[in-house]
């Protein structure tokens, strides 16, 4: 049975005040200017017309189809071709807990599913390309999904890029500017209006970012339910929250639509050094700027926060864990010994759960999301193999030390 893919998206909603609404087109990329404050920019988010949406959508008896095409009623207009992006595997790693793996997108992370989705805004903006800052994997995947729609790209990072995201940049053609981290906002913001790009990354105080983006992030909670059902539980490696916001809003939507009438309760997992989420459930404000503090998970190491982790957290009854690097790099080498390979950042949310479950009972099973591949860590490739003599006893002397012969 094929499935409309027509779009029911029709316009966006402030989260500020669900009162003010603006046309579908064009994206809001500079949150909602209508309720912002000296403080505080809302971001805001895409409403449909759910009435409209199919009625089979979620049957799993249904043909599917790649790519997030799959859940087109429920995405902006998909206007950009995809990389099959999305269908990433729920790994079982016992007790209850279980690990959704975003590495095996096409670019190797979650950004992925929300660069299919601005990809697609730029196609239908007409934009000349895309422009965003980023050292990371939300460069990495904007820059092939610009490839794939044929569109320019530029990505303003840092020099001290990991190897295996300057060569994803590389490879798919970008425009790569390595400037100070200060520089990068307000030049995206001066290639934009003078070029024409189309900005995929934030450019308020707290974090808004692109109106589109964190739709795509919906379709993980869409496959959790295919997956498992609803879980208890998500622990989600947190940076500016848009990932946490789209998960659950994906949830929140299955409810709507009565497919469902469980709602999970959501974790942000972010590193100690900073956590701006944690800062505004604490003060309770609607977000939140805090200090710079060093870590090497540096994918959610942000200092600026966001409204959508603060509303997703709060609704769903969840709470922001703060976790050392220490604690990440416990659970990447926990996850290492079961076969995968994370990146530092990504290890945040198992990272939470263990932290969290002494204190905290969970009536079901519980589900850890793995951001991104370990290839994407600060520092991979800079401890070179060690020759070893090809004889028996130097073979079987470094076997031995392995506690192997």
């Not at 904007?142 to 190897?163: I, K, Y």
């Not at 956590?275 to 939140?288: C, T």
């Amino acid at each position: 049975m094929a499935h409309d893919t027509r779009s029911t998206a029709r316009c966006q909603r402030s989260l500020g005040d669900p009162e003010c609404t603006y046309p579908l087109w064009p994206p809001q990329v500079r949150g909602c200017p209508r309720t912002a404050t000296d403080d505080v920019v809302y971001p805001v988010e895409v409403d449909y017309a759910y009435e409209e949406v199919p009625r089979d959508l979620f049957d799993a008896s249904a043909a599917p189809t790649p790519g997030l095409d799959r859940w087109a009623p429920l995405l902006p207009p998909l206007t950009a071709p995809g990389l099959g992006e999305g269908g990433t595997p729920l790994l079982d790693l016992g007790a209850g807990v279980w690990l959704k793996d975003e590495s095996q997108n096409p670019t190797w992370s979650h950004k992925d599913r929300l660069n299919r989705v601005t990809a697609s805004a730029a196609v239908h903006e007409g934009a000349p390309g895309v422009v965003v800052a980023s050292s990371g994997n939300h460069g990495a995947s904007a820059a092939a999904f610009a490839a794939r729609s044929g569109l320019r790209c530029v990505v303003l990072a840092s020099a001290e890029a990991p190897p295996a995201v300057a060569s994803f940049l590389r490879a798919y053609g970008a425009v790569v500017l390595a400037v100070p981290v200060e520089a990068r906002w307000p030049l995206l913001s001066r290639i934009s209006e003078r070029l024409g790009l189309h900005p995929v990354s934030n450019q308020t105080r707290t974090h808004t970012g692109h109106g589109f983006g964190p739709e795509g992030y919906k379709s993980v909670a869409y496959e959790l339910h295919g997956q498992l059902g609803v879980p208890a539980a998500v622990f989600v490696p947190t940076g500016y929250g848009e990932l946490l916001y789209g998960v659950w809003k994906g949830f929140r939507e299955l409810r709507l639509l009565g497919v469902t009438d469980r709602l999970p309760r959501m974790y942000a997992c972010e590193p100690s050094a900073g956590g701006p989420l944690a800062a505004a459930l604490r003060s309770g404000a609607p977000a939140a700027v805090v200090p710079p503090g060093a870590s090497r998970a540096y994918g959610v190491n942000c200092t600026a926060g966001g409204h959508r982790g603060v509303r997703a957290v709060r609704e769903s009854g969840g709470d922001a864990v703060l976790v050392t690097d220490d604690e990440m790099a416990s659970a990447q080498a926990e996850l290492g010994a079961d076969g995968l390979w994370v990146e530092l950042s990504s290890a945040a949310g198992l990272a939470g759960y263990r932290q969290l479950r002494a204190v905290t009972e969970f009536d079901g099973p519980v589900v850890c999301l793995s951001t991104s591949s370990g290839f994407k860590d600060l520092g991979v490739g800079e401890r070179p193999l060690r020759p070893v003599e090809p004889t028996w006893e130097a073979v079987a002397g470094e076997l031995r030390r392995e506690g192997l012969a």
